[in-house]
């Protein structure tokens, strides 16, 4: 690796993971984007090349720009650096776009300053191009993105982040249908307010989940993946959603439900065996809606950000 040039691969997430809106999220290891990020003497931040999608390369309008401008603000660092982002996630796929790059951006320039930020701090400044992209600096999808497997937000305010173990045998299938739904809509669409009764069902499932995954109790996490308050208002502007969702579990899946604000669609599975047969199970019903559609089979990825030989 030069010294001041490093290349690295940043993964794709699901934030939310059916019951834990804005506070759960996991990294996964078949997708992601890739990076180019260099020092320079010039000051500042420049999008010298994106490919793969066509999302701006101005600074100040694309995620990794806004993110490593965060970042430079708090640095002593006297020169810039320059961002070659190779898009492998599609934008609106629901499967953390923005997050690899405003993740990839600040991780890489901690690791050429020589690491003086912490991953908390370095949350924060990717929180900056969540902010940009969707209106609000959230971080289930960067927590995972950066320190990989399973995170919980514990608070916002002040930032709490905590690592969640993950199951070995734990797998994740991903339906992408090719449509777009702008995180930004489709928080919209929201309730402000919940009923105590689907609070108590919520956090139940949350603290379900998380000790599903500390004990390795594939049947408990399948039992706590249900979403009482976000997925079924959100469902509503996914087609084929609820028999995707159907076939799925009967397939084997231990849970499904929308990934971050959709319009992808993830499942969970024990072994890859039930993965790939989830992943067939939801390509049949998009083949008979007739909508294109990507899949994705994937162990979790517990690392997070890797570095990639030049």
């Not at 990020?37 to 010039?42: F, N, P, Y």
């Not at 108590?200 to 998380?210: C, F, H, R, S, T």
């Amino acid at each position: 690796m030069k010294t001041n040039e490093i290349r690295i691969f940043c993964p794709a997430t699901i934030a939310n993971v059916s019951c834990g809106f804005d506070v759960l999220g996991l990294a996964l290891d078949s997708v992601g984007d890739e990076m180019v990020v260099r020092k320079t003497t010039e000051k500042g931040i420049k999008i010298t090349k994106l490919t793969g999608q066509d999302l701006p390369t101005e600074t100040l309008q694309n995620v990794a720009g806004v993110a490593g401008l965060a970042l430079l603000a708090e640095s002593d660092h006297v020169g810039g650096f320059e961002i070659e982002i190779y898009k492998k996630i599609k934008a609106g796929s629901g499967i953390g776009s923005s997050a690899a790059s405003s993740t990839g951006a600040v991780w890489a320039m901690n690791q050429l300053l020589g690491s003086p930020f912490t991953n908390l701090e370095l949350v924060k400044f990717a929180m900056e191009g969540e902010r940009l992209a969707s209106g609000v600096a959230h971080a289930d999808n960067v927590a995972p993105a950066l320190l990989g497997g399973f995170t919980l937000v514990r608070s916002y305010q002040p930032l709490d982040i905590v690592k969640i173990p993950t199951p070995p045998e734990l797998y994740a299938t991903v339906i992408h249908p090719q449509i777009e739904v702008r995180t930004s809509d489709s928080r919209r669409i929201l309730k402000t307010s919940i009923s105590l009764e689907d609070g108590i069902k919520q956090w139940g499932n949350v603290g379900g989940l998380i000790a599903g995954l500390f004990t390795n109790d594939y049947d408990l996490i399948g039992r706590s993946l249900v979403d009482h308050i976000i997925e079924p208002i959100r469902s509503i502007l996914i087609p084929g959603f609820d028999k995707v969702k159907e076939e799925a579990l009967g397939a084997g899946a231990l849970g499904c439900g929308i990934s971050g604000s959709g319009p992808s669609i993830f499942a969970l599975s024990k072994g890859k065996k039930t993965a790939l047969v989830v992943a067939e199970a939801m390509r049949k019903v998009y083949e008979k809606i007739g909508v294109d559609y990507d899949v994705h089979v994937s162990k979790i990825n517990t690392q997070g950000i890797k570095i990639l030989e030049n």
